[in-house]
C-alpha cells in the first residue's frame, strides 16, 4: 500500500470499517508521523457499530477517522464476506503493542490520556521496562465527569507541551471516539488512538480472552463472564443486534447481486455491490 494512499474500507451495518492488516496499520500512523499529519484511529469493534447504528454522531466519527480498524473477528469475517479477503484483526492491545517496540526503535514519543487514576502511570512502568528507550512524554487521568471547559484548556495545553507523536487514548467507547474528534483541531500530535480497555490489559490490571476465544469471536463471552453485572445489559443488546443486522445485510448484498447481469459493465456494479458500499 503506498503511502498517502487512501485504505480501502468495508462498509458494515453503515460503519466504515477499514479492510485492513497490522502491517497496513502500522505503516499507516508511521506515515502520518513522518508527515506530521494530524489523525485520529477508531478501533472498532461490534459495541461501535451497534452503537453507531442508534448515533449519527458516531457514525459521522467513524466515516471522518484516518483509520476504523476491525478490532474483533466478526469484523474481519463480514470484511472478508463483502469481498476484502486479505482483511485482519487489528486488536487494539496488539496494535499498541507493535506501535509501542518501534516507537522505542525510532524514538517516537508516547503519551497516555486515560483510565482510572494511577492506571497510566501503572501502563508507562510495564512498557518502559518491557520496551527499553521507550519515551513516555506524559501520562493524564482525567475525571469520570464531563470536564470544564477550563480544565479542558489545560488538558489540551498539557498534552501540546509534552510533544507526543502518538496519544493513547483510553476512556472507552462511545467517549474516546468523541474525544478524539472533538480535539483533532486542538492536539497537534500527529495521532491519536482510542484503545479502551488496552490500558489495563497492558498494565496488567484485567486479563485478556485466551487466544482460543478471540480466534472464535468469543471475546465477549470471555469478558461478560469477568464482569457480568457491569456488562450483561451491553452484552445482551449488542450480540444479537449485530448478528441480526449482519445477516439481513449479507442476505441484501446475495440479493443485488443476483440481480446485477453479467455483461460488459456487471463487473463493476458487483463489486460494488460485494464490498456493501
Known amino acids: 500500500m503506498a503511502s498517502g494512499e487512501p485504505l480501502p474500507r468495508a462498509r458494515i451495518m453503515g460503519v466504515n470499517v477499514s479492510a485492513i492488516t497490522m502491517t497496513d ?11 506530521r499529519a494530524r489523525n485520529y484511529v477508531c478501533i472498532t469493534g461490534v459495541h ?27 469484523l474481519v469475517w463480514m470484511a472478508r464476506k463483502l469481498g476484502h479477503g486479505h482483511t ?13 517496540a518501534l516507537s522505542a526503535e525510532r524514538g517516537y514519543r508516547q503519551y497516555y490520556f486515560g483510565g482510572a487514576p494511577g492506571l497510566a502511570e501503572r501502563l508507562r512502568e510495564r512498557l518502559t521496562a518491557r520496551f527499553p528507550g521507550l519515551v513516555v512524554a506524559g501520562t493524564f487521568s482525567p475525571p ?27 476512556l472507552s467507547t462511545p467517549k474516546q471516539e468523541y474525544w478524539m474528534a472533538s ?3 486542538r492536539i497537534e500530535a500527529p495521532v491519536m488512538i482510542g484503545v479502551g480497555a488496552a490500558f489495563d ?28 453485572r457491569r456488562l450483561w445489559r451491553r452484552y445482551g443488546k449488542i450480540v ?22 453479467f455483461g460488459r459493465n456487471a463487473r463493476t456494479e458487483r463489486i460494488r455491490a460485494k464490498s456493501g458500499g
Open 25 to 35: 496499520a502500522v505503516r499507516t500512523v508511521e506515515d502520518w508521523i513522518g508527515r
Open 48 to 74: 461501535g457499530v451497534i452503537e453507531s447504528q442508534s448515533d449519527p454522531k458516531l457514525m459521522a466519527i467513524h466515516e471522518r477517522a484516518g483509520m476504523a480498524t476491525p478490532d474483533g473477528m466478526p
Open 88 to 100: 485482519e484483526r487489528v486488536y487494539g492491545p496488539d496494535l499498541m503493542l507493535r506501535l509501542t
Open 144 to 170: 469520570f465527569r464531563p470536564s470544564s471547559a477550563q480544565e479542558d484548556e489545560e488538558i489540551v495545553r498539557m498534552i501540546n507541551a509534552a510533544r507526543p507523536d502518538i496519544v493513547w487514548v483510553g
Open 183 to 185: 480535539h483533532l483541531d
Open 201 to 228: 490489559f497492558l498494565a496488567g490490571t484485567k486479563r485478556q480472552a485466551p487466544a482460543w476465544m478471540q480466534k472464535r469471536g468469543l471475546e465477549w463471552l470471555f469478558r461478560l463472564l469477568s464482569e457480568p
Open 240 to 261: 444479537p443486534q449485530f448478528m441480526l443486522g449482519a445477516s439481513l445485510q449479507l442476505l441484501r448484498q446475495k440479493a443485488e447481486l443476483a440481480r446485477v447481469p
